[in-house]
Each structure stands twice: as C-alpha cells, then as structure tokens.
Nanobody, 127 residues
Framework: QVHLVESGGGLVQAGGSLRLSCEAS????????MGWFRQAPGKEREFVAS????????YYGTSMKGRFTISRDNAKRSVYLQMNSLKPEDTAVYYC????????????????????WGQGTQVTVSS
C-alpha cells in the first residue's frame, strides 16, 4: 500500500558515517511506525531501529545503540538512519519498513510483517 524507496547507501571506510533515507509515496495513511532492518550475506534479517508514530519513541538493536540514530519527518513522509562509527560488521543490505496503519509502535519483524518494505540499499564498510 505504501511504496518505499531507500537511498544513501554506498561504500565507506571503517569509522565513517552514512545517512540513509527512505521516502514513502502513495497511500493515504501515515500513522504508523517505521523502521530499518538489515541483512548480511548468509545471515538472518536483523532489526536495526524503529521509530514510533508520530516520532517520540525510538528503539534500537543491541549492536546499534550509541552509533545509529533513527528519525522521521512526517511532513515529508520520510525516515532516516544516521550511522556513525561504522564497522565492517555493519556491511549489509539495509531495508526500510513501514508498519500497518494504526501500528504506532514496532520493534521487530513481526510488527512489520503486514506492512510495506523497500527494496533495500547496500551499505559496505571496508577495513
């Protein structure tokens, strides 16, 4: 129902930073949590971060706390992921997700199961 497009991925040196963006289009609802997931080669999809509607609460995966920051701009129907102090272990495809309308809080895959997903953006951290 909601089309999500990620951008901002790329190649960065260890210790560097990237800012991912996810823009939503179409749909009539915006009252939903949004989040980021990632999947490294051969690994299970991992919860990265989420932000509630309208944006007062944020949640992070264990390895992301203190390094990643999720935010949203509801007027632009966008969500962002600022990634600092990147490590090679952060290398993965990062996916943006929007929960179903009315799901104000979402902290894991199950909460986004019936929502919308982007196609992903590659993040590669060297050295």
């Amino acid at each position: 129902q909601v089309h999500l497009v990620e951008s901002g991925g790329g190649l960065v040196q260890a210790g560097g930073s990237l800012r991912l963006s996810c823009e939503a289009s179409d749909g009539i609802h915006s009252n939903y949590a949004m989040g980021w997931f990632r999947q490294a080669p051969g690994k299970e999809r991992e919860f990265v971060a989420s932000i509630s509607w309208p944006g007062a609460n944020t949640y992070y995966g264990t390895s992301m706390k203190g390094r990643f920051t999720i935010s949203r701009d509801n007027a632009k129907r966008s969500v962002y992921l600022q990634m600092n102090s990147l490590k090679p272990e952060d290398t993965a495809v990062y996916y943006c997700a929007a929960a179903r309308p009315g799901t104000y809080y979402a902290r894991g895959s199950a909460d986004f199961e019936f929502g919308s997903w982007g196609q992903g953006t590659q993040v590669t951290v060297s050295s």
